[in-house]
C-alpha cells in the first residue's frame, strides 16, 4: 500500500498514510470497500474486547437512544446509569466502590489527578500537590497526563506548556533501568517510590500513578509479584493516593475484572476505558473507594471535574450491555486461557528468531520486542523503524498488531503487542502466531543482517 496525500474535508491522525475504508466487520474482522479483510488481533487500540457488530449492545444502545439519549449529569439520572453502576459494583473489587463516568481514558485520568489533590485538600493537607508518575507509562493525551505520563515522544513538544511532575523509574525486568537483576534487585524499582518521598517530601506529594501492567509505551510489561505491594505500603505510610491506571489493562483484558487482582493490593483511585464498552461508545471511568467520596461529601464539596458528557445514558446502555455480555459468555476466563494459548504459541514460534528479544505478557495483552542481538539485548536504530515494518508487513498479510517504540531509552526499542478481543479462535490465534513469525523471518531478519553489516 503507498502512502497517499489524504484528499478531502477529514484532518486525519496520520498524513503519509492511506486509510482503508473500513465498511464493516464480523467477528474479530474488520472489511474494507475492497473487500479486503483485516484480522484485528489488536482490537484496535486494545479496544475492541466481544468482537465486532454484537446485535445485542447495538439493540440496547437503540433502544437508551430512543428513551432518552442525553441529559446534563449535574441535573439528571438515570435508572439505565444507577443500573450500570450496581452491575459495576458486582465486579469491580473496590470498597463500597463509587464510579465516574466520562468518555476518554485521558478524562478519567485527569478526574482522578484532580480527585487525589481535592481529597488531599479536604484532609487539610493542602501542600500536596504533585503526583508521581512512572518513566514509560501512558496516561493520555491532555496536558495533565502527560504530564505525569512517561512517553518523551508524546511529551516533549509540550514540556514548557506543562507543570511537569516527579518520575520513577518503571519495573521493567527486561530492560532494567537501574542496570540490577530480579531477584537480587530487591525491586529497588519499587524503592524509587520511597526515594523520591524522600527527595519532594511526603507533605508535597498527593498521589501515584501507575498501570498495574504496562500497555503500549512499555508493551505488556507484567511486573515482578512483590512491586505492587512494596508500592502500596509506601503510599498508605505516606498518606499518599494510589491511582491505577486499568484503561488498557482494566475491565477483563488481563484475565481478571482488574489487573491489580493479579497482585492482591488495591488502588484508591482507579481508572478505566476501552474496553468497557467494547469500542462501542467511547466510554471510560473513574473509580474511587466509597470513603473518598464520602470524605468530600463531608466536607461539603463536590467534585471539581465534570464535562458535557460524563454520566451518558447511551454510554450506560453500552457499558451495561457489555457487561452481561462478558459475563454472559464468560470471557474474562476466555482472556485468561486464550491469552495462555497465544503467549505459548508467541514464544514457542519466535523467541528463537535472531531479532527477537522479549515475548511477555498477561492474558490478551502480549507484547513482542525486537533487538539487533539477543544477548547485548541491543536495540535497532531508531531511524530503521521495524516497530512500524512489522506492523505494516503483518497488515499487508491481512493481520492487525498495535506497534510501539522507546522502550529502551524514550527514542529506541521496537515492540509490537497483540491484544485481540477475548472472542479470538483457535484457528486465528495460530495464523497470528504464524504470521508474525513469517513477518520477523521475511522482513527483521534481513535488516539485521543489513544492520550488522553496515
Ligand atoms: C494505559 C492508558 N491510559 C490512558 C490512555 C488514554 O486513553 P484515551 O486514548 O481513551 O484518552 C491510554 C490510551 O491508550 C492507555 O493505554
Redesign the pocket.
Known sequence: MSPQHPEGHVFYRKMWHSFPRITHGEGITLIDDQGRRYLDAAGG?IVVNIGIGVEEIAAAIAEQARLVAYVHAEKFTTPVLEAYADALAEVIPLPDVRFFPLT???EA?EAAIKLARQIQIVRGQRSRHLVIGRWGS????TLGTLAVGGRASARNPYLPMMYDMPHIPAPTCYRCPLGKQYPECAIACADALEEAVAEYGADQIAAFIA?PVS??ALAATVPPAEYWPRIRDICDRHGILLIA?E??CGFGRTGKWCAFEHFGVAPDILTM?KGLAGGVFPL?MMAARGHLVEELYHAGQDIGHGGTFSHHPVGAAAGLATLRYIQKHDLVSAAAHKGRRLGELLRAKLSGLPGVGDVRGIGLMQGVEFVMDKTARTPFPADLNIANRVFAACRDRGVMLYPGRGTADGIRGDVVMAGPPAVITEEEIAIVAHTLKEVVEQVVAPLLHDSVGQ
Do not use: P
Not at 138 to 141: E, F, L, N
Open positions: 487500540a476518554t481514558g485521558s485520568n501512558y496516561h493520555g493525551m498501570e500497555g503500549a491506571d484503561v488498557m476505558g471510560s
